[in-house]
């Protein structure tokens, strides 16, 4: 498909054992990092290719696209991708706007090379692509005014003026976000105050929402970046003003938080658990944060010498690796970086009954919970020690449920004391735990 819990513990008499964990970040800035230097000197929008393991960097100075690997290392350069500009992918294509040639074109992800091209017609230069509700939208530049544009890649049928009488200073960048398909958000960068305005997208027509003019509790101004959280009820936005990454309901376009950053941000993406990725412009020794979703402190600080690229941030959607683009203040080579943020710890609690019979059914609940979300489809080990098995023995696996919940169902076949050890080993964003609790079986 296209690229952008609560835990709740009933009463029961128990043996309760818990693991009890924090997430093992600080919030000092972490020392220095070079990055790897490319050779471009412009960069306009990266997306993360996971199947192969490519990045795509649009170059609008050079008209192309740069393809490396994880580590920053040259694939090929693809050329002639007229003022390369906003980058989209799906299952088969990496999308590049260009607009110096009023037109997408589609490189094959397989292959590397362009395969075709859309043109959106004479006047219509496409800037910022995104997908949702199935298909590609682009914020786009006529010679008076911004509007937004629909590709339908059914019969690539091309809407524009989507966005009706509402016009734009310049091409409104965009925003979605795969948990909320039918929602899209656009804003305009490069003026003051800023305005915001989220769509509903679900009939393949763009019906406004939610509008805002200078929306946030302080107001807000030139606006570089935005993304949506995974389930839609948020927006966070990055801006020159205020100095924080602000967090707007898409309900209403209301203020409901923020993060909190060193200096003014322009850059932020939102990771599939929910960490929220900061970048900043302007001279500081924290040039990248990482926040954990509500948490205005972030968890991790991190110094990369030059001025994050405006919207120059993304995540790897299925790895924890987090990718920043930077660049000197006064222009000069890109440089790439690759980051792997401090994985968050996990808790476990564990409830059994204090007696149970022997060869008769015994049922263990337990909770598995983490600062950022547990992923869908997670499963928990679980090994029981009795007399009968001094050395532990596999009684199976539990699915944990979307309420961070898990439930276990075993007949132990001997009295005595009896121990369950359940076991979580961890994930790319999470670290492993393991609780136990004991029974005694008459």
Do not use: C
């Not at 500081?284 to 110094?303: E, H, I, K, R």
């Not at 683009?325 to 994985?343: C, D, F, R, W």
Request: proline content about 6%; cysteine-free.
């Amino acid at each position: 498909m296209p690229v952008g819990r609560m835990t709740r513990r009933g009463a029961l008499p128990t043996v309760l054992l818990s693991a009890v964990a924090l997430v093992g970040t600080g919030n000092t800035p972490a020392a220095a990092d070079s990055g790897v230097s490319l050779p471009i000197s412009s960069a306009s929008d990266i997306v993360v290719d996971s199947v192969y393991q490519h990045l795509f960097i649009s170059d609008p100075a050079d008209s192309s696209v740069l393809v490396t690997d994880y580590d920053g290392s040259v694939v090929t350069e693809i050329p002639s991708q007229s003022g390369a500009a906003g980058l989209a992918m799906d299952e088969d294509f990496v999308y590049v706007a260009l607009p110096s040639a009023n037109a997408i074109s589609l490189i094959n992800r397989s292959t590397l090379q362009e395969t075709t091209r859309r043109s959106t017609g004479i006047g219509i230069a496409p800037q910022h692509l995104t997908f949702a509700a199935g298909k590609l939208w682009f914020g786009y530049d006529t010679s008076l005014q911004g509007k937004l544009g629909s590709l339908d890649r059914a019969g690539w049928y091309m809407a524009l003026n989507q966005d009706g009488n509402h016009s734009w200073k310049s091409a409104p960048i965009l925003a979605s976000s795969s948990g909320a398909p039918g929602m899209l958000a656009a804003g305009a960068t490069g003026q003051s105050p800023t305005e915001v305005q989220v769509y509903d997208v679900s009939s393949g027509t763009a019906v406004s929402t939610a509008y805002a003019s200078d929306p946030g509790s302080e107001g807000s101004g030139n606006l570089s970046d935005m993304a949506l959280t995974l389930d839609g009820k948020d927006l966070v936005t990055a801006g020159a003003s205020p100095q924080y990454a602000q967090v707007l309901r898409t309900s209403d376009l209301s203020a409901d938080g923020n993060y909190t950053t060193v200096g003014s941000p322009n850059a932020v993406a939102i990771s599939l658990d929910g960490r929220v990725a900061t970048g900043m412009a302007g001279p500081t020794s924290t040039d990248l944060s990482v926040f954990l979703p509500g948490n205005s402190t972030a968890v991790q600080n991190y110094d990369l010498s030059d001025d994050l690229v405006p919207a120059g941030l993304t995540w790897d959607p299925f790895n924890n690796r987090l990718f920043a683009l930077t660049q000197p203040s006064g222009g000069g080579p890109v440089t790439l970086h690759v980051e792997t943020p401090a994985k968050a710890d996990t808790t476990m609690t564990l409830q059994v009954p204090a007696t149970a019979k022997r060869n008769k059914p015994l049922t263990l609940n337990g909770t598995l919970s983490s600062p950022i979300a547990i992923p869908d489809a997670t499963d928990v080990s679980v090994t029981r020690t009795d007399s009968a098995s001094p050395n532990g023995i596999s009684v199976g696996t539990a699915g944990v449920s979307s309420l961070n919940t898990f439930t276990i169902n075993d007949i132990p076949p001997v009295g005595g004391v009896v121990t369950y050890t359940v076991t979580y080993t961890g994930d790319t964003a999470h670290n492993g735990t393991t609780a136990t609790a004991t029974v005694r079986v008459k």
